[in-house]
């Protein structure tokens, strides 16, 4: 299985090592590329390099609701549990947290895989098309538009604009974007991205991007608290 010509990166936080390592031979064997982890912690610090995480509740070093909440704080990636677990309540909380869906134990290796399939149909359907506020943008037809007015962006400015509307309001740190709308490493002119920055101000507007001094820049709604008018 692969995604956009590349194999599918799943990370598997799961403590059992045995169930781990049938789960790992099941999945490699529908060309996944599987990385398992044995806690909580490690799950924390791999899942930024993950197109889906398949997460155990019952991992030693943390709860795995708790590891479920911390990813979704950090990310949208898409959070399949599969535990022993099959408490309605259990189910409920899980997904509440943010889970994409849950399995309960013993599962078949092929019903994880329809499942994989069938929250990345789901995820790629949200994620085409982006909105914050006025601000439309659609992956599939390349088309940004702000109060219905449609903006023309080059294409560095249209990957830089979507990197920043998949977290509105969250501060983007420069070395991420770069790495996003560039390539990782990429030591091309310092102040290519804020020149990039520059250009989409003067099309949106100077208050949609607001610098953060010494980490990066954040997409901020101006509209959003806009008091209305009198009539």
């Known amino acids: 299985m692969?995604?956009?010509?590349?194999?599918?990166?799943?990370?598997?936080?799961?403590?059992?090592?045995?169930?781990?390592?049938?789960?790992?031979?099941?999945?490699?064997?529908?060309?996944?590329?599987?990385t398992h982890v044995l806690t909580g912690a490690d799950?924390?610090?791999?899942?930024p390099d993950a197109d889906v995480v398949l997460l155990d509740l019952g991992l030693?070093?943390?709860?795995?609701?708790?590891?479920?909440?911390?990813?979704r704080e950090r990310s949208?990636?898409?959070i399949i549990v599969l535990s022993a677990r099959d408490r309605e309540v259990d189910?409920?909380?899980?997904?509440?947290?943010?889970?994409?869906?849950?399995?309960?134990?013993?599962?078949?290796?092929?019903?994880?895989?329809?499942?994989?399939?069938?929250?990345?149909?789901?995820?790629?359907?949200?994620?085409?098309?982006l909105e914050v506020g006025p601000l439309h943008l659609d992956r599939r037809s390349h088309r940004v538009t702000l109060a219905g007015q449609p903006l023309h962006l080059t294409l560095k400015e249209f990957a830089?604009?979507?990197?920043?509307?998949?977290?509105?309001?969250?501060?983007?740190?420069?070395t991420r974007l770069l790495d996003t709308v560039w390539q990782p490493g990429w030591h091309g002119?310092?102040?290519?991205?804020?020149?990039?920055?520059?250009?989409?101000?003067?099309?949106?507007?100077?208050?949609?991007?607001?610098?953060?001094?010494?980490?990066g820049f954040q997409l901020d709604d101006p509209t959003r608290d806009a008091a209305p008018r009198d009539q």
Do not use: F
């Open 160 to 174: 830089l604009l979507a990197a920043l509307m998949e977290q509105p309001g969250t501060v983007q740190e420069r």
């Open 43 to 47: 799950g924390l610090r791999r899942h």
């Open 189 to 215: 002119a310092g102040r290519t991205l804020d020149v990039h920055v520059a250009s989409l101000r003067r099309k949106l507007g100077p208050d949609w991007i607001v610098t953060v001094r010494g980490l």
């Open 2 to 34: 692969s995604e956009g010509g590349r194999e599918l990166a799943v990370l598997l936080i799961e403590d059992d090592p045995v169930i781990g390592a049938e789960a790992v031979v099941g999945l490699r064997g529908h060309g996944m590329r599987v």
């Open 76 to 78: 949208d990636v898409p």
């Open 91 to 129: 189910r409920v909380e899980a997904l509440d947290l943010g889970a994409d869906d849950y399995l309960v134990k013993p599962y078949g290796v092929r019903e994880v895989v329809a499942r994989v399939n069938a929250v990345l149909r789901r995820h790629t359907a949200d994620t085409l098309r």
């Open 60 to 71: 030693p070093d943390l709860e795995g609701t708790e590891v479920c909440r911390r990813i």
